[in-house]
């Protein structure tokens, strides 16, 4: 099956990724498929929640921590600023507290926790995870394509989600424990109602927004993911091992995609050896590929002969990976 | 219908002493299930403290983003929290019940 | 004189002392400042600081200072006659116990709610906190001895007591699971379950009931088991043990708390009847009865003792022993515990700190008269001096309580036949239910002091255990009379530490202290006097008595030796207070010489 059937048959599938190691094309088959789309009538937005992504330099647009940018019609862009967003949120967090008990300014302990938990190296991730919540709750686009962070952290967070869910569960058995001693107290008291423990509240939302979070990733009707790999040996071993682990995490696969092949028709009598020794390489890889992965590897996609930035360049990239052009 | 002013102060004498034997009253028997049923509650509030923000063992249980957000409920607890745990204690703490 | 003219004289104690002495000191020694924020309301913690309102915390200071000492230190005091135990409740209260009770709030708060041990290292010395806290331990080890001793060889050896004390912990239970676990409203449950107690009360006294535990302590004279302990009191005295150990490990909502609420009704209700009752009767105090007996409260030298089984053992010199005998209702250590590290913790304003301070202790030397009346007209207007002598020659001083309380309950139709198991009943609960919180500070402390070194003792089950243990070897020993002036003796000594302490307090505070000093030095000195002349008697008993049974050797010696400790204790205390005195003195001359 193709990339373009994959996409025709499972209308459902809106949340979008491209997986696999750095620098193997996954930002620019994120803008690819993207402008496919846009260009078929459906709104969507591609965003990145990598730091290193390069969204900005494919659409050749500063786009960094901007919100949605439209970049053609249908097309918008977002590169999230993490740090930004965690400099907002800590402030939200002040305000709050400011707003909660009238104060003129943070007591200094609590000002020191905020600074210290901002600083924790898990903050980043989660900020990220809470904000493509947000993104893809919103619901304004009709694919959501996203670049991710390198695998390991995306897993990482995968495979806490469900520690955190069972973490929360108790911790909520704690809260309603305590919500009991309060329901005698309020009855020996007299007293009507017992005031609503909004800890309790938060950490059903915070359950919530983790299981959503972690629900994108993992949801077999709405998700599609995808591999990116190119035909080199540590590459193919390595993504299969990712796409163990994957499956482990039931992250729904959806297929392989084959990227800088160079192109057969190069093949021509008078080329250098280099090449045709790179060729040849690649053709017992692709082979090898064809046995490992089989009937999953959607398409090959072309060594293209310059740089991939800018809407022309992204359309080549486009036709190739969904229309099979050369 | 309105009563003479005497009638209302009187009323209103009566009103409030057994409002005060009933507070009397409620402070020599409920008070202090109450108060033990508030402590109960403030241990496991203090017990979640210590889980949620307590970064005891290194690595936070809950993502640092979502412990902030439960920080500003948490605020006015910390300091008293801080100071429970580490105000120390003898025998002396522990006797406001009765005896004798 | 008439009963009634004693309560009024009590009235117009409770009108001077607290309308006029307790108002000045509190206005020009203490200038409690309405605005400033107490420790309650700084520190709130949830835990220890708790803002309260002014009249429940006057309720919550009053239950927790008076109990059984009030009732029955004055029973037992009418064996000087009862105009010294009058006196001494009045001036007692008037002089030195609302001062003490007030003061250590108003340290506890102005000292931010410190702990009265970490008050003692810091003006005393680090040792006199250790001090304190041996005399807390012998406290609470005395009380479950005389407390105990009430119950299991008293008050529970009447074949009509038993079932209702036990149905009354019944449904204590039960109000416990209809409160705590069904969640219902409270007074609703207390409607119930107060008429099911007194349900259970009276079905107590039954023939049939009554018959069954006459049986079961073996008769009307119930056999020696061994010693001089007969077979009912060994039976009470052991579940008396077991119903604290329930008290003891059972969580305190499971046990303690429902069954002392029930409680609470109960008495409650019982004073309320028996002061409606004294003033429907309006007796006059009989005239055989004595209002002085002689010095050494020897009631046979005032009475005819020919025709008693036993005779009553003479309590010695009125001077000091009265004044140990009497603590609660007059002057009690203990009530600085409460003070400091319950009430000053949850005192909203500095202005409530007399009213709940000080008016607790007037109210409770009210009910110290209250009680002396029970014995003077409830007994002796009834029975007479002689029957008041009689009770006392058969170990039954609570027993005076509950026959003068039927007496006065059933001028209001309260038929005695009732009335009297009620009184017993009332007595029992009001024992066990600070018999079990005992139990579980003595846990408690044992964990402390031993749990490093044997960690078998943070054990709660073995905690109790040796408890009870300690506990079940003062009650199976000893004279009675004798472990209630011993129990006086550490709270009397807990008092002057306390008011040592205040007074070095108000040294350092630059403000006026003669009225803590003296009180002081009066304490002191009465309560070694007392311990001393215990150990005397005690020893000197031993030695001089042959043939005296097992357990009463066992109980003496054991006497003596907790009252020397006490004294030798008491006199390093004294030492380290002198030269605490002497520190302040000099830091205050050195203030006013920099002035």
New interface residues.
């Given amino acids: 099956m193709s990339l373009k059937e994959i996409f025709e048959k499972n209308p459902d599938r809106r949340y979008i990724m491209f997986g696999g190691k750095g620098g193997l094309g996954k930002t620019t088959f994120s803008a690819a498929t993207a402008y496919w789309l846009a260009k078929r009538g459906y709104k969507v937005l591609v965003f990145s929640v990598d730091p290193q992504a390069s969204l900005s330099d494919i659409f050749e647009k500063d786009i960094f921590g901007k919100g949605p940018v439209e970049i053609m019609p249908n097309l918008f862009a977002q590169e999230i600023d993490a740090d930004q967003r965690i400099r907002e949120?800590?402030d939200e967090?002040r305000q709050?507290?400011l707003d909660?008990?009238g104060l003129d300014q943070v007591?200094e302990?609590?000002e020191n926790?905020?600074q210290?938990?901002?600083a924790?190296p898990?903050?980043e991730?989660?900020?990220i995870?809470?904000e493509v919540v947000d993104i893809v709750v919103s619901g304004e686009y009709d694919y959501y394509i996203y670049d991710l962070v390198p695998l390991g952290h995306a897993l990482y967070y995968l495979s806490?989600a469900s520690v955190?869910d069972q973490?929360?569960d108790k911790?909520t058995g704690?809260?309603e424990?305590?919500a009991e001693?309060?329901?005698?107290?309020a009855?020996?008291?007299?007293e009507k109602e017992t005031e609503e423990d909004?800890?309790l509240k938060?950490?059903q939302?915070?359950k919530h927004?983790?299981n959503a979070s972690s629900s994108i990733l993992t949801d077999k009707v709405k998700t599609a993911f995808y591999f990116v790999l190119i035909p080199e040996e540590m590459i193919i071993l390595d993504t299969q091992k990712a796409a163990g682990l994957f499956a482990k995490y039931d992250v729904p696969l959806s297929g392989y995609i084959v990227n800088r092949v160079i192109p057969p028709e190069l093949a021509a009598d008078n080329i250098p050896d280099y090449l045709r020794n790179r060729m040849e390489m690649q053709k017992k890889y692709l082979h090898k590929i064809e046995q490992t992965f089989g009937s999953e590897v959607l398409t090959n996609v072309p060594e293209f002969e310059r740089d991939i930035t800018g809407l022309p360049m992204i359309e080549r990239v486009a036709n190739a990976l969904f229309e099979g052009q050369r | 219908m309105s009563f003479p002013p005497f009638i209302t102060r009187l009323g209103r004498g009566v009103k409030s002493t057994f409002r005060t034997l009933a507070e009397i009253i409620y402070g020599a028997t409920i008070h202090e299930m109450v108060r033990d049923l508030r402590k109960e509650r403030a241990h496991l509030e203090h017990l979640f403290i210590l889980i949620v923000f307590g970064d005891i063992l290194g690595i936070p249980i809950l993502p640092p983003y979502y412990t902030l957000h439960l920080l500003p409920y948490i605020a006015p607890n910390i300091t008293g929290w801080k100071r429970s745990l580490l105000r120390e204690r003898d025998l002396t703490d522990l006797c406001d019940q009765e005896i004798g | 004189m008439n009963a009634v003219v004693t309560l009024l004289i009590g009235l117009v104690a409770i009108a001077v002392g607290y309308g006029v002495y307790a108002k000045s000191i509190n206005k020009n020694v203490m200038n409690p400042d309405e605005k400033k924020a107490t420790p309650a309301k700084m520190y709130m913690d949830g835990v220890d600081f708790t803002p309260a309102n002014r009249n429940v915390l006057f309720g919550y200071q009053f239950k927790s200072i008076a109990a059984l000492g009030p009732i029955t230190g004055p029973i037992v005091a009418v064996q000087w006659g009862w105009l010294p135990a009058l006196l001494w409740i009045i001036f007692g209260t008037f002089f030195i116990g609302w001062v003490q009770d007030f003061s250590t709030i108003m340290m506890g708060v102005r000292e931010e709610g410190q702990s009265l041990g970490a008050l003692s290292y810091r003006f005393v010395s680090p040792r006199a906190r250790t001090i304190l806290l041996t005399f807390i331990y012998f406290y609470l080890l005395l009380i479950m001895g005389a407390f105990g001793k009430i119950v299991g060889y008293d008050l529970m050896t009447n074949p009509a007591v038993p079932l209702g004390v036990l149905l009354v912990i019944g449904v204590g239970l039960l109000a416990g699971q209809m409160t705590y676990k069904w969640k219902m409203d409270i007074i609703l449950t207390s409607a119930i379950t107060v008429i099911l107690a007194f349900v259970g009360i009276w079905l107590g006294t039954l023939p049939g009931v009554k018959n069954l535990f006459l049986a079961i302590n073996g008769g009307e004279t119930s056999p020696v088991v061994f010693g001089s302990v007969t077979q009912a009191q060994f039976i009470w005295s052991l579940v008396t043990l077991v119903i604290c150990y329930f008290g003891a490990i059972l969580p305190i909502w499971r046990w303690a708390q429902p069954i002392n609420y029930v409680a609470f009704w109960i008495v409650f209700l019982g004073i309320a009847a028996g002061t409606v009752g004294l003033l429907v009767w309006r007796p006059s105090i009989p005239a055989d009865f004595p209002a002085f007996t002689n010095w050494n409260g020897n009631l046979c030298a005032a009475s005819d003792c020919s025709g008693l089984e036993k005779t009553p053992l003479a309590l010695g010199a009125l001077w000091p022993l009265l004044f140990v005998t009497i603590a609660c209702g007059a002057i009690s250590g203990w009530h600085s515990l409460v003070s400091s590290s319950g009430t000053a913790r949850q005192l909203e304003s500095e202005a409530d700190a007399l009213y709940v301070g000080g008016g607790a202790m007037f109210l409770e030397m009210f009910l110290a008269v209250l009680s002396l009346l029970t014995a003077v007209v409830g007994v002796g207007a009834t029975t007479g001096f002689a029957g008041y002598v009689g009770m006392i020659a058969a170990g039954k001083n609570a027993g005076v309580f509950a026959v003068g309380l039927s007496e006065m309950m059933s001028r209001i139709g309260v038929p005695t036949s009732f009335g009297l198991p009620y009184g017993s009943v009332f007595l029992t609960l009001m024992a066990l239910t600070i018999m079990y919180l005992v139990v579980r500070f003595m846990r408690v402390a044992s964990a402390e002091f031993m749990g490093d070194k044997v960690p078998l003792f943070k054990n709660a089950t073995f905690g109790s255990i040796v408890a009870l243990l300690l506990s079940a070897v003062l009650i199976y020993t000893g004279f009675w009379a004798r472990i209630w002036v011993l129990f006086g003796g550490a709270n009397q000594l807990m008092a002057a530490l306390t008011l040592l302490l205040i007074t070095l307090w108000l040294m350092s505070k630059g403000k006026s202290y003669m009225w803590t000093l003296i009180p002081f030095v009066f304490m002191y000195i009465t309560t070694i006097g007392a311990l001393l002349l215990t150990a005397y008697n005690t020893i000197h008993q031993v030695m001089t008595t042959p043939g005296l049974a097992i357990d009463l050797v066992v109980g003496n010696w054991l006497a003596g030796l907790i009252a020397i400790y006490l004294v030798i204790s008491a006199l390093i205390l004294g030492w380290d207070s002198l030269q605490a005195f002497q520190r302040q003195r000099a830091a205050s001359v050195e203030a006013k010489a920099k002035v």
């Fill in positions: 949120y800590q967090i709050k507290i909660m008990y007591p302990e609590i926790y905020i210290a938990a901002a924790e898990a903050m991730e989660s900020a995870f809470d806490m955190y973490w929360i911790i704690l809260r424990e305590m001693y309060d329901q005698v107290a009855v020996m008291r007299r909004k800890i938060e950490l939302y915070i927004r983790i």
